[in-house]
């Protein structure tokens, strides 16, 4: 299974339509469009380019390193600006070890230099159970044809 095929099915995923903050932005407004958007993360942009994340783990290392006036710093000094990405083309497998070999849980979707979506371990675990799902009634399906005796 391919990242296309989660980007095709997920709601909001178009490139339009991810939540994202400027990198000049304050932090403050990146946790308000966390809350507002139910998201645990959110690529951090300069114009169109990828170059950064924020997470709720930035939130508690960026608390624990300024305080209570972390609110009113700015996204650039705050995020994780390691960014590691992933191709649509690329599998659910191939992204799914990014994410454990790097310690992370969410990953921009980058095709050409653009940002074509953002998946979180959730949406990937996902896409895994109901690939799963479908398969093992596949063989069940199959088991049973089989199980018929043959016309004479």
Same mark, same amino acid.
């Given at each position: 299974? @391919?990242?296309?095929?989660?980007?095709?099915?997920?709601?909001?995923?178009?490139?339009?339509?991810? *939540?994202? !903050?400027?990198?000049?932005?304050?932090?403050? &407004?990146?946790?308000?469009?966390?809350?507002? %958007?139910?998201?645990?993360?959110?690529? +951090?942009?300069?114009?169109?380019? *990828? $170059?950064? $994340?924020?997470?709720?783990?930035? +939130?508690?290392?960026? !608390? @624990? /390193? /300024?305080?209570? &006036?972390?609110?009113? !710093?700015?996204?650039?000094?705050?995020?994780?600006? %390691?960014?590691?990405? $992933?191709?649509?083309? /690329?599998?659910?497998?191939?992204?799914? +070890?990014?994410?454990?070999?790097?310690?992370?849980?969410?990953?921009? +979707?980058?095709? %050409?230099?653009?940002?074509?979506?953002?998946?979180?371990?959730?949406?990937?675990?996902?896409?895994?159970?109901?690939?799963? %799902?479908?398969?093992?009634?596949?063989?069940?399906?199959? $088991?049973?044809?089989? &199980?018929?005796?043959?016309?004479?």
């Amino acid at each position: 299974m @391919q990242i296309i095929e989660i980007l095709n099915t997920k709601q909001g995923s178009a490139p339009d339509k991810v *939540v994202s !903050c400027e990198q000049s932005n304050l932090v403050s &407004d990146a946790l308000k469009l966390m809350i507002d %958007n139910n998201i645990g993360a959110l690529p +951090v942009v300069s114009g169109e380019k *990828v $170059v950064g $994340v924020y997470s709720e783990r930035d +939130v508690v290392k960026s !608390c @624990q /390193q /300024q305080g209570v &006036d972390f609110l009113g !710093c700015n996204l650039r000094d705050m995020m994780s600006a %390691n960014v590691i990405t $992933v191709r649509p083309d /690329q599998s659910v497998d191939d992204a799914l +070890v990014l994410m454990r070999d790097n310690n992370i849980r969410h990953l921009p +979707v980058i095709d %050409n230099d653009r940002m074509v979506g953002f998946l979180s371990l959730r949406d990937l675990m996902n896409a895994k159970l109901d690939y799963a %799902n479908k398969t093992a009634e596949f063989l069940k399906d199959q $088991v049973h044809i089989m &199980d018929k005796p043959l016309p004479m």
